[in-house]
C-alpha cells in the first residue's frame, strides 16, 4: 500500500513558476515509477512526467523544456518543476506511483490545482 500526498499547487500569472511536491508512504519507493498527470475541465487525464527509481525520465510534449521532473528516493518524493507557465497549463495536478512489475498495480494522490490566470 503506497499512500500519496500532493502539495503545492496554487495561482500564478502566466510566464510563472511553481514546484509541486508528492511525498509517498508505506510501501517501498524505489519499486515505482513515479509519475505526474494533469486533468483539465472537460479533458481526459494526461501523463505529463514521469520518473523511474534509477532517474529516467519522459514528458509530454507539451511541457517538454518548461517543466522538469525529479525524485529523492531518500526522502520518498517526487517533484514537478512548472516554469515558464501558460494558460493551458491549468488543471489538477495527480501524482501516481506505478509499480514496476506487478501489473495494474498503482495508486493516485488526492490532487492539486494548478491555475495559471493574470
Known amino acids: 500500500q503506497v499512500q500519496l500526498v500532493e502539495s503545492g499547487g496554487g495561482l500564478v500569472q502566466p510566464g510563472g513558476s511553481l514546484r509541486l511536491s508528492c511525498a509517498a508512504s508505506?510501501?517501498?519507493?524505489?519499486?515505482?515509477?513515479m509519475g505526474w498527470y494533469r486533468q483539465a475541465p472537460g479533458k481526459q487525464r494526461e501523463l505529463v512526467a514521469a520518473?523511474?527509481?534509477?532517474?529516467?525520465?519522459n514528458y509530454a510534449d507539451s511541457v517538454k523544456g518548461r517543466f522538469t521532473i525529479s525524485r529523492d528516493n531518500a526522502k520518498k518524493t517526487v517533484y514537478l518543476q512548472m516554469n515558464s507557465l501558460k494558460a493551458e497549463d491549468t488543471a489538477v495536478y495527480y501524482c501516481?506511483?506505478?509499480?514496476?512489475?506487478?501489473?495494474?498495480?498503482?495508486?493516485w494522490g488526492q490532487g492539486t490545482q494548478v491555475t495559471v490566470s493574470s
Open positions: 501516481n506511483a506505478k509499480h514496476t512489475t506487478v501489473v495494474g498495480l498503482g495508486y
Open positions: 520518473v523511474t527509481s534509477s532517474g529516467n525520465t
Open positions: 508505506g510501501s517501498i519507493f524505489n519499486f515505482y515509477v
